[in-house]
């Protein structure tokens, strides 16, 4: 059973960083899939974040653009997703994603930037 398990989320203030992890069961042959974090605001789609692909390129939402960095570490089936700069309309619900052979979603991890 393939598991994708969120961590790092949680209230931050306003131009404060957090750092997002998504540790993916050994089940999965990690280093093929296209990793990426998306999130969803309440009332809102779904919407993509950033992704890295299976060669290390990646792609962000214009709106993080320069705040977030995406990276994987494929030795240890991990995604990360370093969040600076953080704003009020951050605040969602993020969700590591796992595409390729199948495509997999964790359950995903809450972040509230709020002062």
């Known amino acids: 059973q393939v598991q994708l398990v969120e961590s790092g989320g949680g209230l931050v203030q306003p131009g404060g960083s957090l750092r997002l992890s998504c540790a993916a069961s050994r089940t999965i042959i990690f280093s093929i899939y296209t990793m990426g974090w998306y999130r969803q605001a309440p009332g809102k789609q779904r919407e993509l974040v950033a992704t890295v692909t299976s060669g290390g390129n990646t792609n962000y939402a214009g709106s993080v653009k320069g705040r977030f960095t995406v990276s994987r570490d494929n030795a240890k089936n991990t995604l990360r997703l370093q969040m600076n700069s953080l704003k009020p309309e951050d605040t969602a619900v993020y969700y590591c994603?796992?595409?390729?052979?199948?495509?997999?979603w964790g359950q995903g991890t809450q972040v509230t930037v709020s002062s």
């Open positions: 994603n796992a595409n390729g052979p199948m495509e997999y």
